[in-house]
T-cell receptor
Framework: DAKTTQPNSMESNEEEPVHLPCNHS???????IHWYRQLPSQGPEYVIHGLTSNVNNRMASLAIAEDRKSSTLILHRATLRDAAVYYC??????????????FGRGTQLTVWP | SQTIHQWPATLVQPVGSPLSLECTVEGTSNPNLYWYRQAAGRGLQLLFY??????ISSEVPQNLSASRPQDRQFILSSKKLLLSDSGFYLCAWSVQYGNTEAFFGQGTRLTVV
């Protein structure tokens, strides 16, 4: 399974932008970059995903490096409800792993009021 | 719309007792189904993966087994629980061969005493 590297923890103040980095230097051409987040005692929640181009949705933006070896999840204005563990995952729906999601340790985001 | 049901929410079982956790999905057909476990303070570990009825792939050797008796039903079982089986168990589903997100249930908190 493909590997990603994320910082263990990050902090932000409320209403400030947050940039969560992820390194995936061994990414293959068919791997999509997915982000999930998990609040305490809940199942993970999908945030966003992309392949090559930057992506935006109502929750966040995903900036993907030109060589695809790293990406950044951007929360434009952090709220207290954004405090969670954020997971960066590589997913290949047609490769040997058939789209299975392998979670790492993720980044614990703390948001201060 | 699609929904995923997982029960029970919490469970306390003695060592050596059997286990049966059930997960059902509504509103979709032929989904990929997953069982994950999260030990306290740890990341999510993929336990089992299923692409169809009766088709189960085990990711790690363990004291647990999984079955898929119906298209949208996924069951996690054990004949004799160990203390190390304690954790937060999550069921998830995704569309087959599509690069969409996975959807997680609310989880079962299992404590083996």
């Amino acid at each position: 399974d493909a590997k990603t590297t994320q910082p263990n923890s990050m902090e932000s103040n409320e209403e400030e932008p947050v940039h969560l980095p992820c390194n995936h230097s061994t990414i293959s051409g068919t791997d999509y970059i997915h982000w999930y987040r998990q609040l305490p005692s809940q199942g993970p929640e999908y945030v966003i995903h992309g392949l090559t181009s930057n992506v935006n949705n109502r929750m966040a933006s995903l900036a993907i490096a030109e060589d695809r070896k790293s990406s950044t999840l951007i929360l434009h204005r952090a709220t207290l409800r954004d405090a969670a563990v954020y997971y960066c995952i590589l997913r290949d729906p047609r490769g040997s792993t058939l789209g299975r999601l392998y979670f790492g340790r993720g980044t614990q985001l703390t948001v201060w009021p | 719309s699609q929904t995923i049901h997982q029960w029970p929410a919490t469970l306390v079982q003695p060592v050596g007792s059997p286990l049966s956790l059930e997960c059902t999905v509504e509103g979709t057909s032929n989904p990929n189904l997953y069982w994950y476990r999260q030990a306290a303070g740890r990341g999510l570990q993929l336990l089992f993966y299923s692409v169809g009825i009766g088709q189960i792939s085990s990711e790690v050797p363990q004291n647990l087994s999984a079955s898929r008796p119906q298209d949208r039903q996924f069951i996690l079982s054990s004949k004799k629980l160990l203390l190390s089986d304690s954790g937060f168990y999550l069921c998830a589903w995704s569309v087959q061969y599509g690069n969409t997100e996975a959807f997680f249930g609310q989880g079962t908190r299992l404590t083996v005493v």
